[in-house]
């Protein structure tokens, strides 16, 4: 098995014609007593090749009985053929079978839970293998985005003693014999870190117990967050605007094909490149919600899904809602010294009804502030004590941000949750595979 003699279905239809070698899965199959046409998929493409009786005498038997995602090696010769699924076809000299399929216990009629259920089977389809290339190009993307800028990479633990974002939806972990929880959230340590490094980035695992069944939350996703000094809420918008731009072009410039095959309706994603995205406080979201949508917020509620949605069905670009009630956000959100009751904060909202992909703020330095509102939420202080020691030495205005990736994903790749933008989909109800 020499790998050199090998090419990608793509890279055999970029040759075009002559003599190539593929291996792949078997992606569809018919055929009559005198051909077989067998559609072979590899991660790249899938192409058809065609078996003429004729020249396969000896093997027609294995050859007729090949079923979906048997495993084959291919020689033969590529042309054109307009008719074809994919605009070439191979006919076949040789084959060598690899690795032969059971009946694939997939098919079109099958319902998401069923697909979950299957869904180490699931993600080898061209829609999970569409989806996961995008899903890396978007992470890629956030990396070098911020990399591009002189930023650092940083990794926070895991494994926290508590104290993040809120309790409830903490997960325990038995620690030989102590209380320990998963993270929630890079944050807390990288400010510690950006007292050091200044300027940083993360992506990692992220868990909350959330009892939402929504499309849009998992119990365990990848959160992919930054921290910055000396930085104002304004000037933390630039940075979230920039990178969800660069994000997008990066998509579009890689992943055009990946977009066909989800059938996404690319041109949807071109305001996000173009303009500016409106930045908006929460009073004036409430007040566009009462005026455009009939819906009424009492002052001091955070926005819920369903009045996010709402919200977006006006815009074609990302939002930015800044100035949300102090009382209603998380402790470490700063009040805005020109109007306490607000925090300076921010969540940046998607398109086409994806609600928040972005959630970020300044971070407060008044200790006996935190404190307070920590109180309020019942929370034990002394899981922060490490969080309060920072500011006692040369605390100065920092920022940052937390994206989820799955949400950024649905929304660019038009997926219906963010379950198919993860490869394995943790949630209250999904535990397995
Ligand atoms: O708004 P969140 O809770 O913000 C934080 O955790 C901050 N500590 C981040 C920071 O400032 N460094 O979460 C950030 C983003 C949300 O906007 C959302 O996109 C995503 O993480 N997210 C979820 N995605 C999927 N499933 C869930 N259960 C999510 N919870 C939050
Ligand atoms: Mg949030």
């Not at 259920?117 to 890629?140: E, F, G, P, Q």
């Not at 989800?262 to 041109?267: G, I, N, T």
Request: aromatic share 10%.
């Amino acid at each position: 098995m020499n790998k050199e003699n090998f090419v990608s279905i793509a890279e055999a239809m970029k040759q075009g014609s002559g003599e190539v070698a593929i291996r792949g899965w078997v992606y569809r199959e018919r055929g009559s007593n005198q051909m077989k046409f067998i559609v072979l998929r590899d991660s790249s493409d899938i192409i058809q090749c065609v078996f003429d009786k004729a020249k396969f005498e000896k093997q027609w038997e294995d050859i007729d009985k090949l079923q979906i995602e048997a495993s084959l090696m291919v020689w033969g010769e590529i042309k054109e053929d307009k008719r074809a699924p994919t605009g070439y076809e191979i006919s076949a000299d040789k084959i060598q079978i690899v690795g032969l399929s059971d009946s694939f216990p997939i098919n079109k009629d099958l319902n998401e839970e069923l697909l979950g259920d299957r869904r180490h089977l699931w993600i080898r389809s061209r829609k999970m293998t569409a989806i996961l290339k995008i899903r890396s190009t978007v992470l890629n993307a956030f990396r070098d985005y911020f990399r591009e800028q002189g930023f650092t990479e940083f990794q926070s633990p895991i494994i926290i003693p508590g104290g993040a974002e809120e309790g409830p939806t903490l997960f325990e972990v038995d620690y030989f014999g102590k209380k320990m929880y998963l993270s929630q959230t890079w944050q807390l340590y990288a400010e510690a870190a950006m007292y050091g490094l200044e300027r940083i980035y993360g992506i990692g695992p992220t868990f909350r117990a959330e009892k939402s069944k929504t499309s849009r939350h998992l119990t365990e996703f990848w959160m992919a967050e930054m921290e910055i000094a000396w930085c104002d809420l304004n000037g933390l918008i630039d940075y979230a605007e920039g990178m969800t731009k660069y994000i997008v072009k990066k998509v579009l410039e890689n992943n055009i094909k990946e977009l066909d095959i989800l059938e996404r309706d690319a041109s949807k994603l071109m305001p996000t490149l173009e303009k500016k995205f409106p930045r908006i406080t929460y009073d004036e979201a409430l007040k566009i919600l009462k005026d455009k949508k009939k819906i009424k917020i009492d002052w001091g509620k955070d926005l819920r899904t369903i009045e996010e949605e709402k919200l977006m069905e006006i815009y074609d670009t990302p939002v930015f809602v800044t100035h949300y009630p102090k009382d209603a956000m998380a402790f470490y959100k700063p009040a805005d010294p020109k109007n306490p009751k607000v925090a300076l904060c921010f969540d940046m909202l998607g398109p086409e009804a994806n609600g928040e992909l972005i959630g970020g703020s300044q971070r407060d330095t008044n200790v006996e502030e935190m404190k307070k509102a920590l109180k309020d939420k019942g929370e034990n202080l002394k899981d922060y004590e490490y969080y309060f020691d920072i500011n006692k030495y040369g605390a100065i205005p920092h920022a940052g941000f937390g994206l989820g990736p799955e949400r950024l994903i649905k929304w660019i790749c038009g997926l219906s949750t963010v379950k198919d933008a993860i490869g394995f989909p943790r949630t209250m109800t999904r535990t397995s595979p």
